[in-house]
């Protein structure tokens, strides 16, 4: 009996053992591979020193329709954004894309990847993008802002000879206006700019001014007028108005009145004279 319980307890412990030591390998494993891609330690010190100065060339002066996303803890993974050339398919298009770089940069080239989804010849239905820059024609002394411009003239003139999406190729060398029609809307769909903000408020009171205007014009069949602004000229008539306003006759105060105070008074005065002439005779008489 006690030989069975210490066979099980050896088992039991010979177990764990085991599934702790597979945990701690996987943990281990886990743990590399995160330090190796997401960090700058698994590319050289001069490597860094020089994409560092790429890339602060690239942020104060971007190439036309390229900007760069840095970020300073990881530069083996370089993001940016690409605008769609006017006159393409892909035009009022942001298509974002990564280069990976490996850890004998710039002796190997960089992988590149659309991350964004697009119609194109070139590039494949997982984003791989095929570039003989990226290939046979690397060159360690080409620098970052080389790659970016050769993919972005990707997007001008596409290559079908080297396709990596076949059906895009295909309908290139066949039919321009299907595939045009194709490219425009993954773009449309997956890469439209996002359009600037406006203020509503404003365009809906010009459309609603249009609208009342258009809406006087067809009552009225002639062009509406500017409202007139309202000042104290305005409440003055005109001589239409005053031509058939009747007047109000006011009592005449001045020159015009003399006459008639002057007349009472020459009545009186000749009264006054009677009087005395009449007193008179009274007087001789008695004489």
């Known amino acids: 009996m006690k030989k069975r319980r210490s066979l099980v307890n050896l088992i039991a412990t010979d177990w764990i053992d085991r599934a702790l030591v597979n945990i701690c390998k996987r943990s281990l494993a886990a743990f590399e591979s995160s330090r190796s891609e997401a960090t700058n330690e698994n590319l050289p010190p001069n490597v860094i020193r020089q994409l560092a100065k790429e890339l602060k060339n690239l942020d104060e002066t971007p190439p036309e329709g390229i900007k760069v996303v840095v970020n300073d803890e990881d530069f083996s993974t370089i993001y940016a954004d690409i605008e769609g050339p006017a006159g393409t ?41 095929c570039v003989n820059t990226l290939k046979k024609d690397w060159n360690p002394s080409l620098g970052l802002r080389h790659v970016l411009i050769v993919v972005r003239c990707l997007l001008i003139e596409p290559f079908p000879e080297s396709a990596l999406n076949e059906q895009a190729g295909k309908m290139l060398l066949e039919n321009y206006d299907e595939y045009a029609r194709h490219a425009r809307l993954y773009t449309g769909i997956h890469a439209l700019k996002p359009k600037p903000k406006v203020k509503t408020v404003a365009i809906f009171e010009s459309t609603t001014a249009l609208n009342v205007d ?37 009592p005449v105060i001045g020159a015009s009145a003399l006459p008639k105070k002057e007349g009472v008074l020459a009545v009186k005065a000749t009264q006054v004279d009677k009087k005395k002439i009449d007193a008179r005779k009274k007087s001789l008489k008695r004489l």
């Not at 892909?90 to 659309?114: A, T």
């Open 89 to 129: 398919p892909y035009e009022n298009g942001v298509f974002r894309m990564k280069l990976l770089l490996s850890h004998d940069f710039p002796h190997s080239p960089p992988k590149g990847y659309f991350l964004t989804k697009i119609f194109h010849p070139n590039i494949s239905s997982n984003g791989e993008i």
């Open 214 to 250: 258009h809406r006087n014009k067809e009552s009225t069949g002639k062009e509406p007028q500017p409202p007139t602004p309202l000042s104290t000229s305005s409440k003055i008539p005109s001589q239409d108005q005053n031509a058939s306003v009747i007047p109000v006759t006011e």
